[in-house]
Nanobody
Framework: QVQLVESGGGLVQPGGSLRLSCTSS????????MGWYRQAPGNQRELVAR???????TYGDSVQGRFTISRDVATNTVYLQMNSLLPEDTAVYYC???????????WGQGTQVTVSS
């Protein structure tokens, strides 16, 4: 039932910016926490940022001060504004949502972000 569609990834030079978007299908009332995770080759998947329905936000240590997460509750959309990008930010970025009624997790297909000269 739940499908997540991500967009906004691509190739950017160090110091540049990108904005990722993720929209979930279904009722806006059914979606609780929304967030972004990333995974680089050989690394574990790590938290980038997450945001609750009341806008409580958590950032991963490596992106604090550079990335900003936001959401539109009505449209089931979560955004990740990525500034001052570094080569070590290169990874596949995955959107995740948590369904409110049973805390079921759903993952997007992933979008590639490459930071390189």
């Amino acid at each position: 039932q739940v499908q997540l569609v991500e967009s906004g990834g691509g190739l950017v030079q160090p110091g540049g910016s990108l904005r990722l978007s993720c929209t979930s299908s279904g009722s806006s009332f059914s979606i609780g926490v929304m967030g972004w995770y990333r995974q680089a080759p050989g690394n574990q998947r790590e938290l980038v940022a997450r945001i609750s329905r009341d806008s409580t936000i958590t950032y991963g240590d490596s992106v604090q001060g550079r990335f900003t997460i936001s959401r539109d509750v009505a449209t089931n959309t979560v955004y990740l504004q990525m500034n001052s990008l570094l080569p070590e930010d290169t990874a596949v970025y995955y959107c995740k949502i948590i369904q409110r009624w049973n805390s079921q997790e759903y993952w997007g297909q992933g979008t590639q972000v490459t930071v390189s000269s």
